[in-house]
Each structure stands twice: as structure tokens, then as C-alpha cells.
């Protein structure tokens, strides 16, 4: 079992920026990528952005060059640096981590951008 919790979400104006995080724990040894989803109002959860163990990096085209993925394999965490923050990027953000036999889910932080 992987427990995450995420933190760093809120509200912020357009152009802002915010930092999330997400902690795991548990079985940490199995983790191999770690993600981002993010659901609108409305809408379906859609990936974000992604990074594997080795330490590659996907993006949905929407967020290249404004979002940046990276992860710290000591603490099991992984960050999601939102700059350029739209409008548009108004959603819940939720954590994702694969290992092996299951996906693992955060709680989800609420992203808020004002216009």
C-alpha cells in the first residue's frame, strides 16, 4: 500500500505561479512513475504531467513550458511547479503514483485561478 498527501494548492491571479507537492508513503520501494492529473468542473481528469523513475518527462501540450515535473526519490515526493497560471488551469490536481500491481491516488488540492 501507497498513502499520498498533496499539499500546495489555492488560490492564485493569472500569471501567478504555485508549488504542489505530494508525499508518499508506505510501500515507497514499488513507486516507479509519478503523475499529475487534474479534473475540471465538468470535465474528465486528464493527465497532466508525468516522470518516470529515471527521471523523464511528459506534458499535455496545454501546460508545456508554463509546468515543470520533478520528483525527489529520498523523500518519495514529487512537485508540480505551475507558472503562467490561466484561468483555464482552474481544477483539482490529484497525485498519481504506478507501481508495478496498482495506481495510487492522492486526496486531490484544489488549483484556483483568477482572472
Known amino acids: 500500500q501507497v498513502q499520498l498527501v498533496e499539499s500546495g494548492g489555492g488560490l492564485v491571479q493569472a500569471g501567478g505561479s504555485l508549488r504542489l507537492s505530494c508525499a508518499a508513503s508506505g510501500s515507497t520501494f514499488s513507486i516507479n512513475a509519478m503523475n499529475w492529473y487534474r479534473q475540471a468542473p465538468g470535465n474528465q481528469r486528464e493527465f497532466v504531467a508525468g516522470?518516470?523513475?529515471?527521471?523523464?518527462?511528459t506534458y499535455v501540450d496545454s501546460v508545456q513550458g508554463r509546468f515543470t515535473i520533478s520528483r525527489d526519490n529520498a523523500k518519495y515526493t514529487v512537485y508540480l511547479q505551475m507558472n503562467s497560471l490561466k484561468p483555464e488551469d482552474t481544477a483539482v490536481c490529484y497525485c498519481?503514483?504506478?507501481?508495478?500491481?496498482?495506481?495510487?491516488w492522492g486526496q486531490g488540492t484544489q488549483v484556483t485561478v483568477s482572472s
Open positions: 498519481n503514483v504506478v507501481t508495478p500491481r496498482l495506481d495510487y
Open positions: 516522470i518516470t523513475s529515471g527521471g523523464r518527462t
